[in-house]
C-alpha cells in the first residue's frame, strides 16, 4: 500500500524533528494531501495505527487535510477547481492546463509538548537534600 510508504517518511521525519525540539510527546501531526496525489485519507490513518506504536510518535493524532486540484487554463487563463480524472477547462474545453494545486504532499504543523510546559517535574528534579 502506497500509503504504508508516505506514512512511514512521516513518522521518521516527526521523529527527527520532536527530537531535536527536545519534545516529551507528540499530540498532533497535521498533514496536508493534494487531491492528485492519490492518497486515500483513510488508508493513511490505517497505515499510522499500524506504523505509529512503538516509536516517539505513539498516540499522537493523525489529522488529514485535503486540498482540491486547481489549474490554469493555457487558452483562455481561467483557473479553476477540478478532480484527479478531468483536468478539462470548463470555459473552452481545452486540456492546456497548468497545475496550480493538488500535488501537494507536505506536513503542515506537529505539535509537541516540550519539557518545560510539563505540569508536574520530574522526579530528578524535584529531589533534594
Ligand atoms: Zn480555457
Given at each position: 500500500m502506497h500509503e504504508m510508504g508516505i506514512v512511514a517518511e512521516v513518522l521518521a521525519a516527526v521523529?527527527?524533528?520532536?527530537?531535536?525540539?527536545?519534545?516529551?510527546?507528540?499530540?498532533?501531526?497535521?498533514?496536508?494531501?493534494?487531491?492528485?496525489?492519490?492518497?486515500?485519507?483513510?488508508?493513511?490513518?490505517?497505515?499510522?495505527?499500524?506504523?505509529?506504536?512503538?516509536?516517539?510518535?505513539?498516540?499522537?493524532?493523525?489529522?488529514?487535510?485535503?486540498?482540491?486540484?486547481?489549474?490554469?487554463c493555457v487558452d483562455c487563463d481561467l483557473e479553476f477547481e477540478h478532480d484527479r480524472f478531468d483536468r478539462r477547462c470548463p470555459a473552452c474545453g481545452s486540456y492546456l492546463c497548468e497545475v496550480l494545486a493538488g500535488n501537494e504532499l507536505r506536513i503542515d504543523d506537529v505539535d509537541v509538548d516540550l519539557p518545560d510546559q510539563a505540569p508536574v517535574p520530574s522526579p530528578h528534579e524535584a529531589t533534594e537534600d
Open positions: 521523529t527527527t524533528a520532536a527530537e531535536s525540539a527536545g519534545a516529551v510527546r507528540v499530540n498532533r501531526v497535521r498533514l496536508t494531501v493534494g487531491e492528485l496525489t492519490a492518497v486515500v485519507p483513510d488508508s493513511l490513518q490505517f497505515a499510522w495505527e499500524a506504523l505509529a506504536p512503538g516509536t516517539p510518535v505513539e498516540g499522537a493524532v493523525l489529522e488529514v487535510v485535503e486540498t482540491p486540484a486547481r489549474s490554469r
